[in-house]
């Protein structure tokens, strides 16, 4: 009986790291803040950052905005919707069991620049809703009223320009390697056999050798 207790912890050790590795690692979702409606129409800057931390338990959502009103009170949510941060979307609906530093308050700068985060357990992005950050004015009870800024959460990267160094006018093929130029014979013009250099006349093979230095 003892000697099968002790196979059952032996393996109960072996089964538990590969139990931990199974469980899915946090991922990250990052957005750009971007002005709404009317103000959003005549510009195309950037007004901050949020970043989300779908962790394994925890779950961590921080905001950066900048270039706001000046001393202004502003309140963010993460909300969920069909189509987020585009023009003529309908309103998103609050992501429920987030807690949220001071309710939510961002109170600006001079400059329009305010941080805050917000809290969250066992919450679980789902595949088929986008979630988007919310920057709303403050109404007079404290709650969001008007949407100004929208941050759509995603895990995309954008390929950075010129970033693998190939070039639009080489046709998108690496530069620098001495292999750009093809001529019509097929053999590359970078290696010096095109255009006669080796001295290759045009009807007599020989012509293109140096004569001799005759010495008087």
Not at 15 to 41: H, I, N, Q
């Amino acid at each position: 009986m003892k000697k099968v207790a002790a196979l059952a912890a032996v393996a109960a050790v072996a089964v538990t790291p590969a139990a931990a590795s199974a469980k899915p690692r946090a991922k990250v979702y990052k957005a750009t803040f971007k002005l709404v409606g009317a103000d959003g129409s005549y510009t195309s800057d950037t007004f901050g950052k949020a970043q989300l931390v779908d962790g394994r338990r925890n779950d961590q959502l921080s905001v950066h905005v900048r270039k706001l009103g000046s001393r202004a009170k502003y309140v963010f949510r993460l909300q969920s919707s069909a189509t987020a941060c585009e023009a003529g979307a309908p309103a998103g609906t609050d992501v429920p069991g987030w807690r949220y530093h001071r309710s939510g308050l961002l109170v600006t700068s001079r400059k329009g620049v305010a941080n805050s985060w917000a809290r969250a357990r066992g919450f679980t992005v789902k595949r088929d809703v986008e979630y988007y950050v919310g920057v709303f004015t403050r109404s007079a009870s404290g709650e969001p009223d008007r949407l100004v800024a929208c941050a759509q959460l995603t895990t995309k990267k954008k390929r950075p320009k010129g970033g693998d160094g190939r070039s639009r006018a080489n046709g998108g093929k690496p530069e620098g390697k001495g292999h750009d130029h093809v001529n019509p014979g097929g053999k590359s013009g970078d290696h010096g056999k095109s255009g006669g250099d080796h001295g290759s006349g045009d009807g007599d093979p020989g012509q293109g050798r140096k004569a001799p230095v005759t010495r008087r």
